[in-house]
């Protein structure tokens, strides 16, 4: 009794023009910028992907109104190019052909999504599922590594070579925003031998001081180069590794990449690890390992056979 809702927010009162009485007006609602936000994201979602023709246009321009990129990087199936084209603006286009099931994964965000998992892959576990896994990889897959260690391409994305290491700019920085941004560098060891941080302390203490000579020759070549010192760069290998052979990543702080690359579960700190090598040399050969399997249905299997998840 007495109760008198309250008009809706969507609703205005409005007097008539005799003075009595008043009428509701409906109101168009105005959308915030949390709304046109959400709106814009499902967009994106929607988008497809390029078609062939696209794809093909996007690299080597349209005929009626050029805008070819230009070639930037080349080694065995990877490609990238770079440069402006009239209908879109600024493009940086990663280009892999032939592109394997495992290539269309890694890009396919809810494919991607239903492979995590968490394992707890002990020393057991390592020799009956993930070495011989790494053992029935192609040599095609470290072909671009070879060219790399050979000198036969990316020339212009290495920054110190030395008879056990290379330095390099990875991919995901092009070279062209700041180095106090967006610096990402890829320490790659030459031995074959070394395949990921597993490896390291194998053969005794060899390994570990080469894994410690990377650190110290990629932060000075970085001061060096462009006067970024230590405490801004944030060191770290993966486990599991994107590609098998020893890879110690050197990231700016505050860049674009960090995050996802340093996530739990992803990304081992390269300190963190010298310190764990340092009281005791077998500690990654013989200690068990929780990690994310990212990107890779097949050894996801392997895992799933021996009922480990």
Known sequence: ???????????????????????????PRRENCCRARTRARRERRCKTHFTEEEARELVEGCPQCGGALQ?????????????????????????????????ITKYDVKARAANLRVVVETPALYAAATEPYVRSLPASELHWIDNLMAGRSER?????????????????????????????????????????????????????????????DARACIRARYGIPPSRVLSFVHYLPAFWRLHVHFVVLGGPRLG????????????????????????????AAMTIVVDNPDLLARYKAGAVI
Request: aromatic share 6%; hydrophobic share 40%.
């Open 260 to 287: 996802d690359n340093r996530a739990a579960g992803r990304a081992l700190l390269l300190d963190d690890a010298l310190g764990n090598l340092a009281r005791d040399s077998q500690y990654y050969c013989a200690h």
């Open 156 to 216: 212009e994305t290495v920054l110190l070579e030395t008879p056990d290491i290379v330095f390099v700019t990875d991919t995901k920085w092009d070279g062209v925003a700041s180095p106090e941004s967006s610096l990402y560098v890829l320490a790659i060891f030459r031995d074959p031998a070394l395949r990921s941080i597993r490896d390291v302390g194998r053969r005794g203490e060899s390994d570990i001081a080469l894994l410690r000579r990377a650190a110290d």
């Open 71 to 103: 070639l930037t990087q080349s080694n065995d199936k990877y490609r990238q190019y770079c440069g402006v084209q009239p209908k879109v603006g600024g493009l940086l286009v990663k280009q892999i052909v032939p592109a394997t099931p495992a290539d």
């Open 1 to 27: 009794r007495g109760f008198k809702p309250r008009p809706s927010r969507a609703l205005t009162n409005v007097r008539a023009p005799n003075g009595v009485g008043a009428r509701a007006v409906r109101q």
